[in-house]
């Protein structure tokens, strides 16, 4: 059981840093002043975000299979609630992983004439990597709450099959 708590605190340990780089790359993305215009033409520069952006995606991928291997290969019981906890952990990361891509691909280089889709140069919303930082948590959240509710049931199913054959073995001497 020791390594799938390791496998579930570097999961944790990913999911931190990913929120991490996604509010930093809020306050490292490009801004409207960024945009150069040369008649209709423009281009934006590569921001320090989209390296950050990226960090976040790669972070929050490996922390999503990870603990999915763990759910997979840990032989925890899992019940209804746990179920809706990690659909909706599932939900938050496609989500944030949305957020992370474009608002990452719109941080990189947009050269004059090509921007970034359709010709036009897009600058990203406010709070769109505060986003999905906060995405993020809450895909933290849910699964930790799903792993220590499962932990605490498959306790508490060790300590009463243990009481079971403690009476099982009282009762067999018993007869003896």
Known sequence: MEKWAMASVAAAALDL???????????????????????KFCSLPRTPAFVLG??????????????????MLGGFSINKCQTI???????????????????????NWQRYGQGWMDGNCYVIRTGEYL???AL?????VMNLS??????????????CSG??????????????
């Open 131 to 133: 986003g999905a930082a």
């Open 85 to 107: 906890m990690i659909v909706f952990s599932w939900i938050c990361f496609i989500l944030a992983m949305i957020l992370l891509a474009t608002g990452s691909s719109m941080n």
């Open 17 to 39: 840093a990913a929120s991490s780089c996604s509010v930093a790359a809020e306050f490292k993305k490009a801004k409207m002043n960024d945009m150069k215009l040369d008649g």
């Open 163 to 176: 009481e079971d054959d403690e009476k099982v073995d009282e009762q067999k001497q018993g007869e003896v």
């Open 136 to 140: 993020i948590v809450v895909n933290l």
């Open 54 to 71: 990226l960090a976040a995606l790669i972070c929050i991928s490996v922390s999503q299979m990870l603990r999915a291997f763990v759910w």
């Open 146 to 159: 799903s792993m220590c509710s499962s932990t605490r049931q498959s306790i508490q199913t060790q300590c």
